[in-house]
């Protein structure tokens, strides 16, 4: 897939100082979107969209396909009618880091209650009827995984675990019967959990919307992996490695490398793709046609598994003893092809990257990605610095694993410093290194240059996402209120026209599914 010379902001949803203590789909996300257009960027790149499980980590979700609740703008469910705006008053406003049990104690309860307002009234009242035909519709359309992510949901709620490992037998295995009896006994509960993810789509779709309105893509993430305590692999535990007792017999993870010495055990169950391949990877189509039905351009995580993953065994504490597995590599991407056409896929072909991920890259023709901070590292890492990038490229100042560029600054040692002072001129103390830096990867020759958001801001380590194999703390930064000022945008906007960075990454006739 070959993309238009264009750049873009990264920056996860619920990092948006949106009101209710968590980033949402509503009005501050409309306004990122007119702050985008001003600055002249065509891209916007989120973390995965799905709901969180442990650590509230978007690569640790209870499923592939679902959108995550916590998402939803209850500013715009008031206006729909759902909810009257004196109940979802005394929340917190704009600003300051997610506190997660926070929102799950205030925010979710009436997310629930405007849920079930709508089923109250849906049908009978003239003024929700049009949504009601809406819902109707995407319960029809999404039903192949909807229904059964409801029930996932409604079960956790009911055992008060996402283990479902931990379930009675019946409903673990699955037993026709014991379904039939939750679907009686839990039926108004069900309805919710549909309404809530009609509601999600409802509002991302409006969201979407208006980006395309302004000329921006969304480039989203989908991760190789899917968590154990997912209504996926309780659905199709056929085709993950489970032993009899539907517990994992070897888990996903990496080898130690840059961010650990232990590796990373992420405890993903791995996929029998033996047994993927023999239903045609229709799974794998299902959630490559969702991911297209929410994104336009989709990052493809840990593309290095699709060509060989790090298998370690259950009972293993770390990554150190684990072993390298052959991936199904073009056989999966070749059927996806056939399915659903050509898909504007980017390869997270960051790590240790052998000969034969780098060939299955580009046998499947996608772009893959480059970043700035790890070029000053050692000689070996210059293919991250923009002297070595190739048209086929997404390059950036860092990722949302990556300390912000003024925080990795700050802690870089003698021997980086010499080298980004070489690179890009003599830079003072503390955060003048972030535009210099920002400016080398917009002037790169990468088709697409993607900038964090922290980064445009200029801020420290407190602004981190994510540090890898760290259990806690993470994915809770939110933006400051009143950051997109016109004269960021300016500034950005002006950068984009020097480098000739003003293109849709798509061009105008290619929609991809839109």
């Given at each position: 897939?070959?993309?238009?010379?264009?750049?873009?902001?990264?920056?996860?949803?619920?990092?948006?100082?949106s009101?209710?203590?968590?980033?949402?789909?509503?009005?501050?996300?409309?306004?990122?979107?007119?702050?985008?257009?001003?600055?002249?960027q065509?891209?916007?790149?989120?973390?995965?969209?799905?709901?969180?499980?442990?650590?509230?980590?978007?690569?640790?979700?209870?499923?592939?396909?679902a959108?995550?609740?916590?998402?939803?703008?209850?500013?715009l469910?008031?206006?729909?009618?759902?909810?009257?705006g004196?109940?979802?008053t005394?929340?917190?406003?704009?600003?300051?880091?997610?506190?997660f049990?926070?929102?799950?104690?205030?925010?979710?309860?009436?997310?629930?209650?405007a849920?079930?307002?709508?089923?109250?009234?849906g049908?009978?009242?003239a003024?929700?009827?049009?949504?009601?035909?809406?819902?109707?519709?995407?319960?029809?359309?999404e039903?192949?995984?909807?229904?059964?992510?409801?029930?996932?949901?409604?079960?956790?709620?009911?055992?008060n675990?996402?283990?479902?490992?931990?379930?009675?037998?019946?409903v673990?295995?699955?037993?026709?019967?014991?379904?039939?009896?939750?679907?009686?006994?839990?039926?108004r509960?069900?309805?919710?959990?549909?309404?809530?993810?009609?509601?999600?789509?409802?509002q991302?779709?409006?969201?979407?919307?208006?980006?395309?309105?302004?000329?921006?893509?969304?480039?989203?993430?989908?991760?190789?992996?899917?968590?154990?305590?997912?209504?996926?692999?309780?659905?199709?535990?056929e085709?993950?490695?489970?032993?009899?007792?539907l517990?994992?017999?070897?888990?996903?993870?990496?080898?130690?490398?840059?961010?650990?010495?232990?590796?990373?055990?992420?405890?993903?169950?791995?996929?029998?793709?033996d047994?993927?391949?023999?239903?045609?990877?229709?799974?794998?189509?299902?959630?490559?046609s969702?991911?297209?039905?929410?994104?336009?351009?989709?990052?493809?995580?840990?593309?290095?598994?699709?060509?060989?993953?790090?298998?370690?065994?259950?009972?293993?504490?770390?990554?150190?003893?684990?072993?390298?597995?052959?991936?199904?590599?073009?056989e999966?991407?070749?059927?996806?092809?056939?399915?659903?056409?050509?898909?504007?896929?980017?390869?997270?072909?960051?790590?240790?990257?052998?000969?034969?991920?780098?060939?299955?890259?580009?046998?499947?023709?996608?772009?893959?990605m480059?970043?700035?901070?790890?070029?000053?590292?050692?000689?070996?890492?210059?293919?991250?610095?923009?002297?070595?990038?190739?048209?086929?490229?997404?390059?950036?100042?860092?990722?949302?694993d990556?300390?912000?560029?003024?925080?990795?600054?700050?802690?870089?040692?003698?021997?980086?410093?010499k080298?980004?002072?070489?690179?890009?001129?003599?830079?003072?103390?503390?955060?003048?290194?972030?535009?210099?830096?920002?400016?080398?990867?917009?002037?790169s020759?990468?088709?697409?240059?993607?900038?964090?958001?922290?980064?445009?801001?200029?801020?420290?380590?407190?602004?981190?996402?994510?540090?890898?194999a760290?259990?806690?703390?993470?994915?809770?930064?939110?933006?400051?209120?009143g950051?997109?000022?016109?004269?960021?945008?300016?500034?950005?906007?002006?950068?984009?026209?020097?480098?000739?960075?003003?293109?849709?990454?798509?061009?105008?006739?290619?929609?991809?599914?839109?």
């Amino acid at each position: 897939m070959e993309f238009q010379r264009s750049s873009g902001i990264l920056l996860h949803v619920t990092s948006l100082p949106s009101y209710g203590g968590i980033g949402d789909l509503g009005p501050a996300a409309h306004e990122f979107v007119k702050f985008l257009a001003d600055a002249k960027q065509h891209v916007w790149q989120v973390l995965p969209l799905c709901p969180t499980g442990y650590g509230n980590s978007p690569y640790a979700s209870s499923s592939a396909f679902a959108g995550n609740p916590y998402l939803i703008s209850l500013e715009l469910l008031s206006d729909w009618g759902w909810i009257g705006g004196d109940r979802i008053t005394g929340l917190a406003g704009g600003g300051g880091a997610v506190n997660f049990d926070a929102v799950e104690r205030r925010k979710l309860p009436l997310l629930h209650e405007a849920a079930a307002n709508f089923l109250d009234r849906g049908a009978r009242d003239a003024k929700l009827a049009e949504h009601w035909k809406a819902f109707e519709a995407f319960c029809a359309a999404e039903s192949n995984w909807l229904n059964d992510y409801a029930m996932y949901a409604v079960l956790r709620a009911k055992y008060n675990t996402g283990a479902w490992t931990e379930w009675p037998e019946a409903v673990r295995r699955r037993e026709p019967a014991a379904l039939e009896d939750v679907k009686r006994e839990q039926g108004r509960a069900l309805a919710v959990e549909q309404v809530l993810q009609f509601a999600f789509a409802l509002q991302w779709r409006h969201l979407r919307d208006a980006a395309a309105r302004h000329g921006i893509r969304i480039l989203g993430d989908v991760a190789i992996f899917v968590n154990m305590d997912s209504a996926d692999v309780w659905t199709h535990p056929e085709i993950f490695e489970l032993d009899g007792d539907l517990k994992p017999v070897r888990v996903a993870g990496v080898p130690p490398d840059y961010f650990s010495a232990t590796g990373q055990r992420w405890g993903n169950p791995l996929y029998r793709w033996d047994a993927l391949a023999a239903q045609g990877f229709d799974w794998w189509e299902h959630r490559m046609s969702r991911a297209r039905a929410i994104y336009d351009i989709i990052r493809l995580d840990h593309f290095r598994g699709f060509q060989a993953y790090w298998a370690i065994p259950a009972e293993e504490e770390t990554a150190v003893n684990g072993a390298w597995n052959e991936a199904p590599g073009m056989e999966l991407f070749e059927a996806l092809k056939r399915a659903l056409g050509p898909l504007a896929i980017v390869a997270e072909d960051l790590g240790l990257i052998t000969k034969e991920v780098e060939e299955l890259r580009m046998e499947a023709g996608f772009p893959g990605m480059r970043v700035i901070q790890f070029g000053f590292s050692d000689k070996g890492a210059h293919i991250h610095l923009p002297h070595r990038y190739t048209e086929d490229m997404v390059a950036y100042t860092g990722t949302h694993d990556n300390d912000t560029t003024r925080g990795w600054w700050e802690q870089a040692s003698k021997a980086e410093r010499k080298g980004i002072a070489a690179y890009v001129g003599q830079t003072p103390e503390g955060d003048g290194v972030v535009w210099p830096l920002i400016r080398a990867v917009e002037a790169s020759v990468a088709q697409l240059a993607i900038v964090p958001v922290q980064d445009l801001l200029e801020l420290g380590s407190e602004a981190r996402m994510n540090t890898p194999a760290v259990a806690a703390g993470n994915w809770s930064w939110r933006a400051p209120e009143g950051a997109w000022t016109a004269e960021l945008a300016a500034r950005l906007a002006a950068l984009v026209e020097v480098t000739d960075r003003e293109n849709d990454p798509l061009g105008v006739a290619e929609t991809f599914g839109r």
